[in-house]
Nanobody, 123 residues
């Protein structure tokens, strides 16, 4: 059974940092891309960042470049999202998702989704 468990969300002041974790199980980690998506109230779910389990290549949305860093620990089947210099507009439910490589990095292409973790940035 495929499982993606996101954790690490919380309440933080603007300018602060959080680290999200996504623990994956039930599939061969190296064959998949793991992505972080977020959905704010009243808005569509959007891509934030993605990492390839095979070669570690990464993607970032323009809105988070230079502030967020995605990384993976293949031995632990876990992907991390380090979020620095958080802004109020980063407030959303953050989800991790997975799709077999090769894949497009968008909501429609993801095969598996975890439950979200709430990130709230107060201004």
């Amino acid at each position: 059974e495929v499982q993606l468990q996101a954790s690490g969300g919380g309440l933080v002041q603007a300018g602060g940092s959080l680290r999200l974790s996504c623990a994956a199980s039930g599939f061969t980690f190296d064959d998949y891309a793991i992505g972080w998506f977020r959905q704010a109230p009243g808005k569509e779910r959007e891509g934030v960042s993605c990492i390839s389990g095979s070669d570690g290549s990464t993607y970032y949305a323009d809105s988070v470049k230079g502030r967020f860093t995605i990384s993976s620990d293949n031995a632990k089947n876990t992907v991390y999202l380090q979020m620095n210099s958080l802004k109020s507009e980063d407030t959303a439910v953050y989800y991790c998702a997975a799709a077999k490589i090769p894949t497009y990095y968008n909501v429609a292409s993801m095969e598996y989704w975890g439950k979200g973790t709430q990130v709230t940035v107060s201004s």
